[in-house]
């Protein structure tokens, strides 16, 4: 490990073998997009009682989705969302040992006010900050702040400029002068330092060849998509990664996906949720998503019949449907977990009934073989807290 490499406590260093947190808790509905009633609404109790939730079930990791605007339609999902950063102060005081981040496009928030934003988090949270860096992909998004979007290969060298300006600034006393092509910095100062050391974890979602150089080099965990090409694909995915990371940075990277998780007491029961959301799905929202995302273009005509590729847009966010039963949830994690993967993020379209069953009917199969250990509440006071 590097001298400038995060250093796992709390939850995170209690050494399971995969990994798990939520995705999207900061959105009107999560990550779902549908006007079914089970949806998550965007009402602060409720966000608070299932951070609650996971953290009680010794979960790692809540992870916002970044957002300005909404795709259109009905739901104009995702418009109606928390700032990442107010929300992981807030879910701070809520929560006792999960690790909560902000997400954060580089070119809205200046790296000296992300850099003190954070490590103010740090300290209410005693230790279990983190963040999540997006270069800014969303043209109408970044005119809103009177930026043009940069070319692709152009944002990663913004994003390196402000995460080297960030990292400084969180493991250095000495004050910084910088002059790059985005930032000039004089003088910079950011006091007081993060309780981790010797900074908080960063995370990004690289994927092209220009991208995945900047997670290895930077980033202590990636995110990857796991739906294309089986489990070869993935497996080869995840070892090109580290490998990349270790070879050429001397740096262990975690690499993680995500899932939406559909469960039922029996395969018909997860059916029947599954067909309530899809049956409120926001078609228009559902299909300038898959346009602008996955730059697929149109999708029009596939309402009546959509394939699992739209569908996971309509759960969240692109990711496979697991559809079923513990047994095959818990059966699709372990796949997952034996292509490399360090660990997965859940989108849930119930969230409250679906992590209670989750806890009760999924945790306990994955402790079974090892991927992760039984978790109580006397464990809740961790090392983290022994940061304060």
Not at 91 to 104: D, E, F, G, Q
Not at 194 to 220: I, V, W
Request: proline share 5%; net charge negative.
């Amino acid at each position: 490990m590097t001298s400038n490499e995060w250093q796992p406590s709390g939850v995170f260093a209690r050494g399971n073998k995969f990994k798990l947190g939520l995705f999207s808790l900061n959105l009107e509905r999560g990550g779902t997009i549908s006007t079914a009633p089970e949806v998550l609404p965007l009402e602060w109790r409720r966000v608070a009682h299932v951070a609650a939730q996971a953290d009680e079930m010794g979960l790692e990791l809540l992870v916002p989705v970044a957002r300005w605007r909404g795709f259109g339609g009905e739901t104009n999902y995702p418009l109606d969302s928390y700032d990442t950063f107010c929300w992981a102060a807030g879910l701070a005081a809520a929560t006792r040992s999960i690790h909560v981040w902000s997400t954060c496009h580089v070119p809205t928030i200046h790296p000296i006010v992300a850099a003190k934003q954070l490590v103010t988090i740090d300290h209410l949270s005693g230790g279990r900050a983190g963040l999540n860096i997006v270069g800014g992909w969303f043209e109408e998004e970044m005119l809103m702040f009177g930026r043009p979007i940069l070319e692709h290969d152009k944002r990663y060298e913004l994003a390196e400029e402000w995460t080297k300006i960030v990292t400084h600034l969180w493991t250095r006393d000495e004050p910084l002068d910088f002059e790059g092509e985005f930032f000039k910095i004089v003088d910079g100062v950011s006091q007081p330092k993060p309780l981790q050391r010797p900074r908080p974890a960063l995370m990004n979602a690289g994927g092209s060849e220009r991208g995945q150089h900047f997670a290895a080099e930077y980033a202590d965990m990636v995110f990857v998509f796991a739906g294309e090409g089986g489990t070869p694909a993935l497996r080869n995915k995840v070892d090109r990664y580290k490998a990349m990371a270790q070879d050429g940075f001397q740096r262990r990277l975690e690499v993680w996906t995500q899932v939406n998780v559909i469960c039922g007491d029996t395969p018909a029961e997860a059916r029947e949720l599954r067909d309530r959301i899809v049956a409120g799905a926001d078609w228009t929202c559902v299909e300038n998503m898959v346009a602008l995302v996955a730059g697929q273009g149109k999708v029009e005509g596939v309402r009546d019949d959509p394939t699992p590729f739209v569908e996971g847009f309509i759960f969240g966010w692109g990711a496979p449907c697991l559809v079923g039963t513990a047994d095959v949830i818990a059966a699709e994690l372990q796949r997952l977990a034996s292509c490399g993967l360090d660990g997965c993020l859940l989108c849930l379209p119930e969230w409250e009934h679906g992590l209670d069953l989750f806890r009760d009917r999924v945790l306990p199969l994955l402790e079974e073989v090892g991927l992760r250990e039984p978790f109580s509440a006397a464990e809740m006071i961790t090392d983290s807290a022994a940061l304060r």
